[in-house]
C-alpha cells in the first residue's frame, strides 16, 4: 500500500481534482490510501469567518461563507455525477447549514470562539475536500470509500496545535483501513483528528502532511507520496529565490532539517512517523507527474556538495541569552523554547553556541512578556528585525568550510553565525530581515555555482512566473569529473 497526499493547490479547483483522480488511477496497483488537505485556501477562509463572527459581524461572516459554499458546490457539479454528487450535495448543504448555525450562535448569542471552535471550524475544510474528492474518485470509475479522519487520528487536547497519539493512532488505522479499503481506495482529510473523547482537533497549519505520514506509518506503506504545486525539494525557497535546483534525493535528517527551517512543503513533523519503519517519503509535483520529484529515505546520498538546500524564516526577533551560572546550556535552551510555548509564543529556532542560547521568535510577539530574569539568565543582545537563514546538508560538520564561505559570500552584510546545536548537518545565521532575499541569493551563487548532477535537477517551474534571466548558460563537464558548471538565471523575488 502507499499513501497519496495531495496538499490546498492539489485540490482548488475542479481541474486539478480530475488531475488528482488520473493520478491516483495510474497508482491503482499499488493500494493507495488518500490524504486530502482543504481545497486551495479554505482553511483561510474559515479562520476569517471565524473572526468576523467573534466580532458580530454577522454580515461579514456570511459573505464569507457564502464564497466557500459557491465554490465547494460548483467544484463538486465538475467532478461528481449521479449518486455521488447528489450524495455530496446533501453532505455540503449540511455543512453549510452547521456553520451557519456557528455564525448565529457566536455572532448574536454572545458564543466564545474558544480554540476548540476554532478547531470545529477549519475541519469544516477537510472534511468536505475529502468527501468531494472521493465523490469524484467513484464518479471516475475508480472504487473508493471516505474515512471520516477523526475515527482514526487520535490527538491530546492542544486544540490548534494538537500532538497525536501516534501508537493509538496506529492501532486504529491498522485495524480500519485494510478492511474499508478492501478493493476500494480510501479518502480521508488530513489536519483533523480528536481526541480520545471525540473532540475536533487539528494539527497545526500545514498538518495534513503530518496526517500522511502518520497514515503511512499506521499501515505500514511502501511509500508516502506528498503531492504538491513545487517539483520537489527545492534548493531555496522560490517564494525567495527562482531559477533554483531540484534535489532528487535527501536523506530523513536533512528533509526535517529543512521542514523546521522554514520549508513550507513539509510540515516540520511529518518525517518523524516515517523514519521509524524507514519508508520513503517523495515530494511530487500534482501539476508534473511526469517530474521523478525529491525521494527521501534514511541514507544520505553521496553529493559533492555540502550544502544540499538553503531554508529561512523572515521577520523574527532573536533574543542572545546567557545564563548567569554553570547550567548546562544545552538544557537551558530547552527549557527556554519550553517557557516561551507555555506563554503562548513557540519558538522559532532556538539553539545554543558557545554558552550563548538563541532565542527567535515571530516580530510580531510581546517578546517582554517573558520572564527571561526568572530562568536566571541576563539578555546580552537583541537582534529586531531578524531573518534566519540555514544551510542543510550532511556535508556540513564541525571540520568544514561553510562558516568561512557564508562570511565571505555575505562580507556585506552584518550576519551573527549560530551552531544549530541540532546536529551535524545545518548552520543557522542571522541577517537583517531585509537583507534575506540578498543573502539567500549571494549564498546559493557560493554554494550551487557547480552541483551534482545525480544530486540535483534542472527545476522547470516553482509556482512563479519567471522574469526575464539575466544569464543562462551552461557549460559541461569540469576538473571535479564529470559534475557540470553551470550559470543559473537566478532572480530573488521581490519583497513586498
Ligand atoms: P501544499 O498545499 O501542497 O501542502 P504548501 O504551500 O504547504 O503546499 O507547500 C508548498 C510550498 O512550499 C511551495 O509552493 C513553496 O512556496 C514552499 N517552499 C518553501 N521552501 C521550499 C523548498 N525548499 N522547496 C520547495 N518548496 C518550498
Ligand atoms: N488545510 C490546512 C492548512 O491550510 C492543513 C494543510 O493544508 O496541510 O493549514
Ligand atoms: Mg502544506
Redesign the pocket.
Known amino acids: 500500500m502507499i499513501v497519496m497526499k ?5 485540490v482548488e479547483s475542479g481541474d486539478a481534482i480530475l488531475r488528482l483522480a488520473g493520478t491516483v488511477k495510474s497508482h491503482l496497483a499499488r493500494q493507495p490510501v488518500v490524504v486530502v ?1 482543504a481545497m486551495g485556501k479554505t482553511t483561510n477562509k474559515l479562520l476569517e469567518f471565524a473572526e468576523h463572527a467573534r466580532r458580530g459581524d454577522r454580515y461579514l461572516g456570511s459573505r464569507c461563507l457564502d464564497e466557500v459554499q459557491d465554490h465547494h458546490f460548483e467544484v463538486a457539479g465538475q467532478v461528481a455525477n449521479g449518486d455521488a454528487l447528489q450524495r455530496i450535495e446533501t453532505l455540503l448543504q449540511r455543512s453549510f447549514r452547521d456553520l451557519r448555525v456557528i455564525l448565529f450562535e457566536v455572532a448574536d448569542e454572545g458564543r466564545e470562539v474558544t480554540p476548540a471552535l476554532l478547531d470545529t471550524i477549519a475541519s469544516f475544510g477537510e472534511q468536505m475536500s475529502s468527501e468531494i474528492v472521493a465523490a469524484a474518485l467513484e464518479s471516475a470509475g475508480i472504487p473508493s470509500v471516505h474515512l471520516d479522519a477523526r475515527q482514526v487520528i487520535l490527538t491530546d487536547n492542544r486544540h490548534t496545535e494538537a500532538k497525536p497519539l501516534y501508537w493509538e493512532s496506529y492501532a486504529r488505522l491498522r485495524r480500519v483501513i485494510p478492511y474499508l479499503g478492501d478493493g476500494r481506495v480510501v479518502v480521508m482529510g488530513g489536519f483533523i483528528g480528536a481526541t480520545e473523547d471525540g473532540v475536533t482537533t487539528t494539527l497545526g497549519r ?1 498538518g ?2 503530518l496526517t500522511a505520514s502518520i497514515v503511512g506509518a499506521g499501515i505500514s506503506a511502501d511509500e508516502i507520496q ?5 517539483d ?8 525567495v529565490l527562482q531559477g533554483v535546483y531540484c534535489l532528487r534525493s535527501l536523506s530523513y535528517g536533512e528533509a526535517a532539517a ?1 521542514a523546521v527551517s ?4 513539509l510540515h516540520p513533523d511529518t518525517v518523524t512517523p516515517a523514519v521509524r519503519q524507514r519508508i520513503p517519503l517523495l ?1 511530487r509535483n ?1 501539476r508534473r507527474p511526469e517530474v521523478e520529484g525529491t525521494r527521501i529515505t534514511q541514507a544520505a546520498p553521496r553529493c559533492f556538495n555540502p550544502v544540499k ?1 538553503i ?1 529561512c524564516k523572515p521577520d523574527l526577533t532573536v533574543l542572545e541569552i546567557r545564563p548567569q551560572d554553570e547550567r548546562d546550556p544545552e538544557v537551558l535552551a530547552a527549557a527556554l523554547a519550553e517557557m516561551s510555548a507555555r506563554y503562548g509564543m513557540p519558538a522559532e529556532f532556538v539553539c545554543q553556541n558557545n554558552g550563548t542560547i538563541f532565542l527567535a521568535l515571530k516580530s510580531a510577539m510581546r517578546y517582554q512578556n517573558l520572564p527571561i530574569e526568572l530562568g536566571g539568565c541576563v539578555e546580552v543582545r537583541l537582534h529586531p528585525r531578524s531573518a534566519i537563514i540555514t544551510l542543510v546538508g550532511e556535508g556540513i560538520d564541525g571540520t568544514s568550510d561553510i562558516a568561512t564561505r557564508t562570511l565571505a559570500a555575505l562580507r556585506q552584510i552584518p550576519v551573527t553565525i549560530l551552531s544549530s546545536g541540532r546536529s551535524k548537518l545545518a548552520m543557522s545565521l542571522i541577517v537583517p530581515s531585509s537583507e534575506m532575499h540578498r543573502s539567500v541569493e549571494m549564498l546559493h551563487r557560493e554554494f550551487f555555482q557547480q552541483i551534482d548532477p545525480a544530486v540535483f535537477a534542472e527545476c522547470q517551474e ?2 512563479f512566473q519567471s522574469p526575464q534571466p539575466f544569464a543562462n548558460l551552461t557549460e559541461s563537464g569540469d576538473s571535479t569529473g564529470g559534475a557540470r558548471r553551470r550559470f543559473r538565471p537566478l532572480t530573488p523575488v521581490s519583497q513586498n
Open positions: 495531495f496538499g490546498g493547490s492539489s488537505s500545514g495534513s502532511d506528498i503531492w504538491t504545486d513545487v520537489g525539494m527545492l534548493t531555496s525557497d522560490p517564494r529543512l522554514g520549508a513550507k512543503v515530494i500534482s538546500a531554508a516553482s509556482g
